[in-house]
């Protein structure tokens, strides 16, 4: 069974830090592209980063660049997001996915995490 176990989310103070870790059981983790989502109170889920299978190209959303960094590490199943100088407005529900693609670069399959839940106010 697959599954993609979140944590690291918390309540922490505008400019603060936090680490989310992602751990994913039940797939070969090398296979397949992680992405982070946060989804606000009454706000679509968001795609905040991305990092490919081997952790070469990662993504950051524009408005959290130079604030959040991506990390995976294949030998122990995880992936990171770390997100510095937090601001109320990164507030929300953080998610982990997973997906794979095919040869044909059409997705094979996917999941999702329960999420973890990122506070930022003073």
């Known amino acids: 069974q697959v599954r993609l176990v979140e944590s690291g989310g918390g309540l922490v103070q505008p400019g603060g830090s936090l680490r989310l870790s992602c751990e994913a059981v039940g797939l070969i983790f090398r296979h397949y592209v992680m992405t982070w989502y946060r989804q606000g109170p009454g706000q679509y889920r968001e795609e905040v980063a991305s990092?490919?299978?081997?952790?070469?190209?990662?993504k950051i959303e524009n408005s959290r660049k130079g604030r959040f960094t991506i990390s995976r590490e294949n030998a122990q199943n995880l992936v990171y997001l770390e997100m510095n100088s937090l601001e109320a407005q990164d507030s929300g529900v953080y998610y982990c996915?997973?997906?794979?693609?095919?040869?044909?670069?059409?997705?094979?399959?996917?999941?999702w995490g329960q999420g973890t839940t990122v506070s930022v106010s003073s």
């Open positions: 990092i490919d299978e081997y952790g070469e190209y990662p």
């Open positions: 996915h997973a997906r794979r693609y095919g040869p044909s670069g059409a997705a094979r399959d996917e999941y």
